[in-house]
């Protein structure tokens, strides 16, 4: 498996912008998670899928952050519109809830917005 | 819900010297208890992990100590090498097998 996949790897958008961030878990994981890492508040959890349903999404800033999961090999995680203090590094991760528990992570977009 | 809280936020040791850094969890039922590295500009990933039936977990230079009745955990390294500096980040679960986050180390190796 080439293990949890993002797009894009890197994102530079102005301020207003529509910004869409995509993932694709480990084939066979149940669990996908949407990480924010940034130096000030360090890796925060946004929303949480289990079997393609939101969970927990408590973490979502606000109403400008949304996440779907439309089937259990992608998911998106969109801010509209966007602003600069959601500049960090998103990570996407999945696991199989219930027996290996580890949390494999994408390689991140790193989302800059001016 | 689960909180979890890590010591120190920065350490430093010589090479050769060990490190410790330490967890305390809030929930009791927490039956899981992973350590992250992330290494600069990388994404984090997984280096050991115990479980609430064990006390002990070693694996080379890393080792794992779990004490239940005081909720905290460690992460021992012996013989630090310059590859070992990174942040770490230790997590355990809550009763939605969710991984509750400690705000991390970062870990400085001095040659």
């Known amino acids: 498996d080439a293990g949890v996949i993002q797009s894009p790897r890197h994102e530079v958008t102005e301020m207003g912008q529509e910004v869409t961030l995509r993932c694709k878990p480990i084939?066979?994981?149940?669990?996908l998670f949407w990480y924010r890492q940034t130096m000030m508040r360090g890796l925060e959890l946004l929303i949480y899928?289990?079997?393609?349903?939101?969970?927990?999404d408590s973490g979502m800033p606000e109403d400008r952050f949304s996440a779907k999961m439309p089937n259990a090999s992608f998911s998106t995680l969109k801010i509209q519109p966007s602003e600069p203090r959601d500049s960090a590094v998103y990570f996407c991760?999945?696991?199989?809830?219930?027996?290996?528990?580890?949390?494999?992570f994408g390689q991140g977009t790193r989302l800059t917005v001016v | 819900g689960e909180n979890v809280e890590q010591h120190p936020s920065t350490l430093s040791v010589q090479e050769g010297d060990s490190a410790v850094i330490k967890c305390t969890y809030s929930?009791?039922?927490?039956?899981?208890f992973p350590w992250y590295k992330q290494e600069l500009g990388k994404r984090p990933q997984l280096i050991i992990d115990?479980?609430?039936n064990v006390g002990e977990k070693k694996d080379q230079r890393i080792a794992v100590t779990l004490n239940k009745t005081a909720k905290h955990f460690s992460l021992h390294i012996t013989e630090t090498q310059p590859e070992d500096s990174a942040v770490y980040f230790c997590?355990?679960?809550?009763?939605?097998?969710?991984?509750?986050w400690g705000a991390g180390t970062k870990l400085i190796i001095k040659p």
């Open positions: 991760a999945s696991s199989y809830q219930g027996r290996d528990t580890e949390a494999f």
């Open positions: 084939s066979g994981h149940n669990s």
């Open positions: 899928f289990n079997n393609n349903v939101p969970i927990d």
């Open positions: 929930d009791s039922a927490s039956n899981y």
């Open positions: 115990i479980r609430s």
């Open positions: 997590a355990a679960t809550d009763s939605n097998y969710q991984l509750i």
